[in-house]
């Protein structure tokens, strides 16, 4: 899966991104309880990352949209 966000940046399914370029996307942090991931959001999509070894890189795993994630 290719996520097209708002600023036109492509990001795929098991790359991995800085926290530093996931600002620069526009993706904003989302603090969250009883999942071991880091969540950002971006309009109306929520995109999961799985926290990597370095803890410096995230690989992303899953982007859904917004409404599901706040069921």
């Not at 620069?24 to 603090?31: D, Y």
């Not at 969250?32 to 880091?38: C, L, S, Y």
């Not at 950002?40 to 795993?61: H, T």
Request: hydrophobic residues 40%; aromatic residues 14%; glycine residues 2%.
């Amino acid at each position: 899966m290719i996520a097209e966000i708002q600023n036109m940046t492509i990001m795929k399914i098991n790359d991995t991104y800085t926290k530093n370029e996931l600002e620069s996307f526009g993706l904003v942090e989302r603090q969250v309880k009883d999942i071991n991931a880091k969540v950002y959001l971006n309009g109306s999509k929520v995109f999961f990352f799985e926290p990597l070894a370095d803890q410096q890189s995230y690989r992303l795993y899953s982007i859904i949209n917004k409404r599901s994630f706040f069921l």
